[in-house]
């Protein structure tokens, strides 16, 4: 995976919401382009809260555990 291919799905307009998949099987969703953070070797990924307002918190996914990039069915 590439810094590119994530800045791309973040600042596709209009925005479409993607998923990451990392190497162990595990996913987290960005429904919102400002709850997905580039760093230089990968993406932070805010979890909403219950409201869906602020992210709750946030994981890393580094660029060398990232399998794919899915795009979702609009919510």
Known sequence: MTLDTLREALARRPFEPFRV??????????RHPEFGWL???GLYVGIPSGNGDLPERAVYC?????AAV???APA
Do not use: F
Request: aromatic share 4%; no cysteine; net charge negative.
């Open 21 to 30: 998949v990392l190497s162990s099987g595990t996913s987290y969703e960005v």
């Open 39 to 41: 760093v230089k070797n």
């Open 70 to 72: 899915e795009t979702l």
């Open 62 to 66: 580094a660029l060398l555990h990232i």
